[in-house]
């Protein structure tokens, strides 16, 4: 099937209770351990691509390696995200290379890492909902600064220093016509979320069930949901890795999430430690070898199992087959 809208996988996502995972890419690998994965759990899928991937990737790559992963895996409906757009512009150039979904990150200036106001957000929100829904696209918003930066991306603040305000999000929501809003409630991009274990008073649980309240019908996205599990720290570290003791966001508490309105789940953190650890143990084990492809399997492989496992985790698995695709077209009539 062709690359389906984001709005459609989280519609069918809230009529089934379940939550979406979307994970990030750079490369033929990291597409292909989704989509293996994906078959494999039989799930629907978001794959997104940040500005840093589509510049390390030249997009035009990365995005025939979508076209790929649509004709070679024709029974799962795959939505093509972008993450993090800094700017209407480049949500746009996302649009007319054929993504099928962007994020419009107005809480953040166009650098990326100051911080933005209230109007500013909503008027670049605004614009870029409706040149994306004339054409179909679906749109995510952001409400608030999310902790730490990934990409080159973030304020860099601590994650609980904009906390999004309940109210403010309903109204936010309603002037732009947003598809899909994340919010901070203290989860934060990068490995280094928590330095201990996050127990239910880390994380603002209540402020995303009021939110949620607020806007039943509007997808809820957490970003920065990494569970960074202490296996995959530890393989990095036998083998010559140097991370920091730290903690993620528990499973237990996204699936919390996902039984109040949360619908996509942003989580890349995991697979750069499956990955990275699948490597440094070829490297460490068999320092003989110089075939790229003796380690980069190994890395699709290790990536593969942590995406199926969270595939599991937030409900998708064995939905993929639920429903038939809404054309771009067709997704532009409804909007009107
Ligand atoms: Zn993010």
Same mark, same amino acid.
């Given at each position: ?5 984001m709005?459609?996988l989280?519609?069918?996502? =809230?009529?089934?209770? @379940?939550?979406?995972? &979307? ?9 292909q351990?989704?989509?293996?994965? +994906? ?9 997104? =691509? ?6 390390y $990737?030249?997009?035009?790559? #990365?995005?025939?390696?979508?076209? &790929? !992963?649509?004709?070679? @895996?024709?029974?799962?409906?795959v939505?093509?995200?972008?993450d993090?757009?800094? $700017?209407?512009?480049?949500?746009? $150039?996302?649009?007319?290379?054929g ?10 200036? %166009? ?32 409400i608030g ?8 991306h973030? =304020?860099?603040?601590? !994650? ?5 305000? %309940? ?5 936010? +929501?309603r002037l ?5 809003l ?7 991009h990068? !490995? @280094?979320?928590f ?9 603002k649980?209540?402020?995303l ?7 039943p019908?509007?997808? #809820? ?21 140097k991370?920091r ?22 989580v890349?953190?995991d ?12 490297f460490a ?6 075939d790229?492809r003796?380690? #980069?399997?190994? &890395? ?7 995406v ?8 998708? =698995?064995?939905? +993929?087959?639920d429903? +038939?695709?809404? $054309? #771009? ?5 409804? @909007?009107?």
């Amino acid at each position: 099937m062709p690359l389906v809208t984001m709005r459609q996988l989280l519609d069918e996502a =809230a009529k089934g209770g @379940y939550g979406v995972g &979307a994970f990030n890419v750079n490369n033929m690998e990291q597409i292909q351990a989704i989509m293996e994965a +994906a078959r494999e759990t039989k799930s629907p899928v978001i794959i997104q =691509a940040s500005r840093g991937a589509r510049s390390y $990737s030249q997009d035009r790559f #990365l995005y025939h390696l979508m076209l &790929a !992963a649509t004709e070679l @895996y024709p029974e799962i409906p795959v939505a093509l995200h972008l993450d993090h757009g800094n $700017s209407p512009e480049t949500c746009k $150039s996302a649009i007319e290379m054929g993504f099928t979904s962007v994020m419009m990150d107005g809480s953040l200036m %166009p650098d990326g890492k100051t911080p933005a106001t209230y109007d500013y957000n909503v008027k670049t929100t605004r614009e870029v909902v409706e040149t994306a829904h004339a054409r179909g696209v679906t749109v995510e918003g952001e409400i608030g600064v999310l902790g730490g930066i990934e990409d080159g991306h973030g =304020a860099g603040v601590d !994650a609980l220093a904009h906390v999004t305000n %309940p109210a403010q999000a309903e109204e936010f +929501a309603r002037l732009t016509g947003v598809d899909a809003l994340a919010i901070a409630i203290g989860t934060s991009h990068g !490995a @280094y979320k928590f330095t201990r274990k996050p127990t239910g008073d880390i994380l603002k649980m209540d402020v995303l069930i009021e939110i949620h309240k607020r806007l039943p019908t509007t997808h #809820l996205v957490m970003h920065g949901s990494s569970s960074v599990p202490k296996e995959l720290q530890d393989i990095i570290n036998q083998y010559g890795g140097k991370l920091r003791p730290t903690w993620g966001v528990p499973i237990e508490e996204i699936q919390l999430g996902i039984k109040n309105g949360v619908r996509k789940i942003n989580v890349d953190t995991d697979n750069r430690l499956a990955i990275t650890g699948a490597i440094r143990k070829v490297f460490a084990e068999k320092p003989e070898e110089f075939d790229p492809r003796s380690y #980069l399997k190994p &890395a699709r492989e290790a990536m593969k199992k942590v995406v199926a496992q969270r595939m599991t985790q937030f409900g998708q =698995a064995g939905h +993929a087959g639920d429903y +038939a695709p809404v $054309s #771009l077209q067709e997704m532009a009539a409804r @909007y009107k």
